[in-house]
């Protein structure tokens, strides 16, 4: 049995990786563009626009409680934010923020405005440490309209995070 000339084995494994490399470069380049390489990037959900808001309420206060089944764990809990749309054009979004300096959140959802309507805003709960000492703290609740055409804001209070026991 005769085995091949290893130089020859080399060179020949050598100009096939150069080969797939090469081959893969072309299919996903710029150039050819035929094999697309992860996801397309994602349309951003705001744009250019205006809306215009009847009105901004929380269904609730904000409260510090104990997490379940004894872990230790606190949490900040948001009730839902309402916002009342008359009127949209454009893309623009609703942003529904949380801010606690000292327990350290800073929280925030979006949502996109499509049409006029009531829209709700609902946050997951933010776990804090449970080292929190005191029985309430002070945030800022803000809910805003945003655009590449500007920012205004909706709603904006002050408010104190209690401890619900």
Known sequence: MEFPDPATTAQLTATATVAVVLTGTLLTGPLLGVVPLGDPPAESDIGDGTATVESASLSGSVTLSDGRFGTGV??????????????????SRL?????VPELDVEESVT??????GQYRLSMRDVAVSPDASNESFEGRVTVTVQSFAGEQTVYDRNVTVEEQR
């Open 95 to 99: 942003v529904y923020r949380l801010v």
């Open 111 to 116: 949502k996109s405005l499509d049409s006029p």
């Open 74 to 91: 606190r949490y900040v809990r948001m009730p839902a934010a309402t916002v009342d749309v008359a009127s949209t054009t454009g893309r």
